[in-house]
T-cell receptor, first 114, second 113 residues
Framework: AQSVSQHNHHVILSEAASLELGCNYS??????LFWYVQYPGQHLQLLLK??????LVKGIKGFEAEFIKSKFSFNLRKPSVQWSDTAEYFC????????????FGAGTILRVKS | DVKVTQSSRYLVKRTGEKVFLECVQD?????MFWYRQDPGLGLRLIYF???????EKGDIPEGYSVSREKKERFSLILESASTNQTSMYLC????????????FGDGTRLSIL
């Protein structure tokens, strides 16, 4: 079965620290990859997505992610976090053969200390 | 901007009750989804629909059913609510075709007593 693994469930950082959240998936076929963010009390929002082309994708609010096909990974990065980045982050994978279904990781709760 | 509206933000029901969760989207999206979100488990797909009157089971359909009588509305039904269905329920929608990101509602936090 398809699965998506997010390595850390809780991450605590100080402002201006660099962030990297890991995401690995288990499916070997053609995939689309997403990172969603859920700020406290808000709905899930799309942070960035990868469909094809340049494996380094840039999203909103200074986030970026790199697709490494050989490692089945799609890690999220930000060079310098802010207090307002406190949120829960979800990696999701869409397997193209299965249509529009998404498989989500368990989520990573990021707390940024001011 | 896409708007996905879930009828209730918070809901408290008793075991054995029949519970309806409603979701409406205003962008003429073909695809609609119901997930439940639990700490440490992420989002798990319950049911989805690619068209009116069409439904497909997701990963955890047991104890749930759905209804899609109109394109903009997708209802999740708990036929006989149980305490293990206490959770946050999220509705999402997308346009047809691949590579379409999902747009989410605010969620309904359902407690079954």
């Amino acid at each position: 079965a398809q699965s998506v693994s997010q390595h850390n469930h809780h991450v605590i950082l100080s402002e201006a620290a660099s962030l990297e959240l890991g995401c690995n998936y288990s499916y070997g076929g053609t995939v689309n990859l997403f990172w969603y963010v859920q700020y406290p009390g808000q709905h899930l929002q799309l942070l960035l997505k990868y469909f094809s082309g340049d494996p380094l994708v840039k999203g909103i609010k200074g986030f970026e992610a790199e697709f490494i096909k050989s490692k089945f990974s799609f890690n999220l990065r930000k060079p310098s976090v802010q207090w307002s980045d406190t949120a829960e982050y979800f990696c999701a994978v869409n397997v193209m053969e299965y249509g529009n279904k998404l498989v989500f990781g368990a989520g990573t709760i990021l707390r940024v200390k001011s | 901007d896409v708007k996905v509206t879930q009828s209730s933000r918070y809901l408290v029901k008793r075991t054995g009750e029949k519970v309806f969760l409603e979701c409406v989207q205003d962008m003429d999206h073909e695809n609609m989804f119901w997930y439940r979100q639990d700490p440490g488990l992420g989002l798990r797909l319950i049911y989805f629909s690619y068209d009116v009157k069409m439904k497909e089971k997701g990963d955890i359909p047991e104890g749930y059913s759905v209804s899609r009588e109109k394109k903009e509305r997708f209802s999740l039904i708990l036929e006989s609510a149980s305490t293990n269905q206490t959770s946050m329920y999220l509705c999402a929608s997308t346009l047809a075709g691949l590579n379409q990101p999902q747009h989410f509602g605010d969620g309904t936090r359902l407690s079954i007593l």
